[in-house]
């Protein structure tokens, strides 16, 4: 798969990081997942399709850059993201979820989108007002 040939470039540049709790929550939900179904890089993005044991897809997406603590960088727009998925997955809806404090996972500078079957309907109305 052609994300794996990128792991040894940036482990040049990563800095090991402790081991916390949310770590540890990081990985058990990582490894739900099993690998990516699909891995697109460019100069600036970095982004995988995964589909978890529930049948649901996810599409993570990041900065292919380092900043100075060994993290991924950070500052996806709204708008990057959205070309992002549209240049990925397609015309497809998509949801990025806000959890609860107690469930918050922030490990690393990587926005994660669920791509939904349907549109949602709580979606916005197209200009015509029509669902």
Not at 26 to 46: E, I
Not at 111 to 121: A, E, N, S
């Amino acid at each position: 798969m052609s994300g794996l040939t990128l792991q040894p470039v940036l482990s040049r540049h990563m800095k090991p990081q402790p081991v916390t709790e949310e770590n540890k929550r990081f990985m058990r939900a990582a490894s739900r997942s099993g690998p990516p179904l699909k891995v697109w890089r460019s100069r600036d993005y970095f982004a995988q399709l995964y589909r978890d044991r529930n049948g649901y897809l996810r599409l993570s997406v990041n900065r292919v850059g380092i900043d100075l603590n060994g993290r991924w960088k950070d500052g996806i727009t709204w708008d990057e993201l959205q070309r992002v998925k549209q240049e990925t997955i397609g015309d497809a809806w998509a949801v990025e979820i806000y959890p609860p404090k107690t469930d918050l996972v922030d490990v690393a500078n990587i926005r994660h989108l669920w791509i939904l079957d349907q549109r949602p309907p709580y979606a916005w109305h197209d200009k015509k007002g029509q669902q």
